[in-house]
């Protein structure tokens, strides 16, 4: 079993940066991928980003690259999600999410989530 717990979120203008942490209890953080996904009102909840288990390996939706970067401490049970050059339609909830070993883009392959945490860009 492992619980996540998002934290982070807020109000930005638009061109600010967030930082999003998720921490997680529970044992054997580090032979989960992890990923960071987000849901807008009256959207599907869409995948944002991945890293895999020792945190070389990553992969990002196309509408993030090159402004978002995930990355991981294993020693500290925590993912990161450092977003920059935000914009409006980056305002969503952003949850983490955890699965055994291979990364994944579809939230349905997700064992474990957060609880959400609220992103808000203004314009």
């Known amino acids: 079993q492992v619980q996540l717990v998002e934290s982070g979120g807020g109000l930005v203008q638009a061109g600010g940066s967030l930082r999003l942490s998720c921490t997680a209890a529970g044992h054997t953080f580090s032979s989960y991928a992890l990923g960071w996904f987000r849901q807008a009102p009256g959207k599907e909840r869409e995948f944002v980003a991945v890293?895999?288990?020792?945190?070389?390996?990553?992969v990002y939706a196309d509408s993030v690259k090159g402004r978002f970067t995930i990355s991981r401490d294993n020693a500290k049970n925590t993912v990161y999600l450092q977003m920059n050059s935000l914009k409006p339609e980056d305002t969503a909830v952003y949850y983490c999410?955890?699965?055994?070993?291979?990364?994944?883009?579809?939230?349905?392959?997700?064992?474990?989530w957060g609880q959400g945490t609220q992103v808000t860009v203004s314009s």
């Open positions: 999410a955890a699965r055994r070993r291979i990364l994944s883009r579809s939230s349905s392959e997700y064992t474990y």
């Open positions: 890293v895999n288990l020792n945190g070389e390996g990553t």
